[in-house]
């Protein structure tokens, strides 16, 4: 069974701007360093006139995950995030090593107001007898926290380079 998950962030900068960070090369080595965790990393960076793609590898240590999810991973958590962004959206793909499931989403970047509003949607679906239902809540959890910060760090950054 899959959770599905919907998250909404907020940012007081135009649609244009966070769009613009999300595309930036600078701006994802910058935000692994401030919020990537353990060995943190952006494995490829692909971007053309149309579209940009890249491969983020975050990481959680054992000692900040429940217990069970200590268990069944035997480690850390290492996370492998790909991203596709063109005109404002984008998709999301997230597996998490050791653990046979994965993220799969999109996000939109629209005007808010004075602001702008980003919206993930998407599914966890982790395949796991017993265990697959937490993680997947955990996983569903744990992204919303993961995107809040992120949106609090590209507010900031972007109000940096102002």
């Known amino acids: 069974m899959a959770r599905r998950i919907e998250h909404h962030t907020t940012s007081p900068h135009s649609a244009e701007k966070v769009f613009g960070a999300m595309v930036d090369e600078t701006y994802l080595r910058d935000r692994l360093a401030a919020i990537g965790g353990t060995n943190a990393a952006l494995v490829s960076f692909d971007k053309t006139d149309e579209r940009t793609s890249y491969q983020l590898k ?8 429940p217990s069970a999810v200590k ?9 492998q995030r790909t991203e596709t962004w063109a005109a404002g959206a984008g998709t999301v793909e997230v597996a998490v090593g050791g653990v046979p499931g994965r993220l ?22 982790v395949s796991i007898p017993l265990l697959g239902g937490k993680l997947e809540k955990l996983i569903a959890e744990q992204v919303a926290v993961l995107l809040d910060k992120e949106s609090e760090f590209t507010s900031q950054w972007l109000a940096n380079r102002a």
């Open 58 to 65: 975050q990481g959680v240590p054992a000692e900040h995950l």
């Open 71 to 79: 268990a069944a991973l035997g480690g850390d958590l290492v996370i």
């Open 104 to 125: 799969e989403g999109s996000f939109v970047v629209l005007d808010d107001g004075s602001g702008s509003k980003t919206t993930l949607t998407g599914e966890v679906k």
